[in-house]
């Protein structure tokens, strides 16, 4: 089955950028997806198609995906982006896949 | 303003049932396709199931494969999840979502039903 790998926690200074990896065999292939979530809240999509933000989502976060890995952006990261993050992809075989999830730490 | 919610959980012992359903509303239900992701205590994200909008196909994940089955009712705008022969392990929240489209993701959560698989 697909799998996909991500670190499992990533520190940053306020204002700095946090860059989350996500590792998956020709993912760059595949459509990737993020999601935000906050301690005892809902996941909410942040990043969707590689790199495009739904409506209501800061500009702040970005992403990109090419080859086997793909990588959500935050810039200017502020205190409220702490969170936990996920990565997902479409797999034909495999459907949806979930990464293992990162934590980032805003200090 | 798009509205999922989900009931149906509770403790259950192992090799017991469950029917989880979600309710949904503030768009047009049939129109979209509809996913079951759940969150084991402490744990991620893990995709359970998909169904479409239109001709109600669906997709599993393996781990789920011939114990689940989802189902939806359009004239209900209703989602339901049956969940058979439970173990310890399928013990989780259980999200439902909504997928506009295959390269559009999860786009709105519910806020999640509890299923505690227990003797």
């Known amino acids: 089955s697909y799998e996909l790998t991500q670190p499992p926690s990533v520190s940053v200074s306020p204002g700095q950028t946090a860059s989350i990896t996500c590792s998956g065999d020709?993912?760059?292939?595949?459509?990737a997806f993020w999601y935000q979530q906050k301690p005892g809240q809902s996941p909410v999509l942040v990043i969707y198609?590689?790199?495009m933000r739904p409506s209501g989502i800061p500009e702040r976060f970005s992403g990109s995906n090419s080859g086997n890995t793909a990588t959500l952006t935050i810039s200017g990261t502020q205190a409220m982006d702490e969170a936990d993050y996920y990565c997902?992809?479409?797999?034909?075989?495999?459907?949806?896949?979930f990464g293992t999830g990162t934590k980032v730490t805003v200090l | 303003e798009v509205q999922l919610l989900e009931s149906g959980g509770g403790l259950v012992q192992p090799g017991g049932s469950l029917r989880l359903s979600c309710a949904a509303s503030?768009?047009?239900?049939?129109?979209?396709?509809m996913s079951w992701v759940r969150q084991a205590p402490g744990k991620g994200l893990e995709w359970v199931s998909t169904?479409?909008?239109?001709?109600?196909?669906?997709s599993y994940a393996d781990s789920v494969k011939g114990r689940f089955t989802i189902s939806r009712d359009n004239s209900k705008n209703t989602l339901y999840l049956q969940v058979n022969s439970l173990r310890g392990g399928d013990t989780a929240v259980y999200y439902c979502?909504?997928?506009?489209?295959?390269?559009?993701?999860?786009?709105?959560w519910g806020q999640g039903t509890l299923v505690t698989v227990s003797s």
């Open positions: 979502a909504r997928r506009p489209g295959v390269y559009r993701g999860f786009d709105y």
């Open positions: 503030g768009f047009t239900f049939s129109s979209y396709a």
């Open positions: 169904i479409s909008g239109s001709d109600a196909s669906t």
């Open positions: 020709k993912l760059g292939d595949k459509p």
């Open positions: 198609q590689d790199g």
């Open positions: 997902q992809a479409w797999d034909s075989s495999s459907s949806y896949v």
